[in-house]
C-alpha cells in the first residue's frame, strides 16, 4: 500500500520562500516519477513539477527559475523549493506518486496549504 505524507506549507510573504517536503512509502521510489500539484480555489489541480529516478526535472512555466524539485532516493523523499514567491502561487499543494512527467498517477498525500501573502 503507498503511503504519502507532505510536510512544510505555511504563510509567507511575497518574495519569500518555503520547502516543501514529501515521503512516500510502499514503493520502489527510485524507479518513481514523484510529482508536485497545486489547486487554487476555484482552479483546477495543476503540475507544478515533477522529477523521474533519474532526476530528470519537468517544471510548469509560471514557476520556471523560482522553484526547484529535488529528491533523495536513500530517504524516499522528494522536495519542492520555492522562491520568490507570488500571492499566485497561493494553493494547496499535492504530493503525487507514479504519474508521467506530466500527468498525475492515482496515489495522492492529504496536500499541504501554502499562502503568499502581505
Known amino acids: 500500500q503507498v503511503h504519502v505524507v507532505e510536510s512544510g506549507g505555511g504563510l509567507v510573504q511575497p518574495g519569500g520562500s518555503l520547502r516543501l517536503s514529501c515521503s512516500a512509502s510502499g514503493i520502489i521510489f527510485g524507479f518513481t516519477i514523484m510529482g508536485w500539484y497545486r489547486q487554487a480555489p476555484g482552479k483546477q489541480r495543476e503540475l507544478v513539477a515533477s522529477s523521474t529516478g533519474g532526476d530528470t526535472r519537468t517544471y510548469a512555466d509560471a514557476v520556471k527559475g523560482r522553484f526547484t524539485i529535488s529528491r533523495d532516493n536513500a530517504k524516499n523523499t522528494v522536495y519542492l523549493q520555492m522562491d520568490s514567491l507570488k500571492p499566485e502561487d497561493t494553493a494547496v499543494y499535492y504530493c503525487?506518486?507514479?504519474?508521467?512527467?506530466?500527468?498525475?498517477?492515482?496515489?495522492w498525500g492529504q496536500g499541504t496549504q501554502v499562502t503568499v501573502s502581505s
Open positions: 503525487n506518486v507514479g504519474g508521467t512527467k506530466t500527468t498525475p498517477g492515482t496515489d
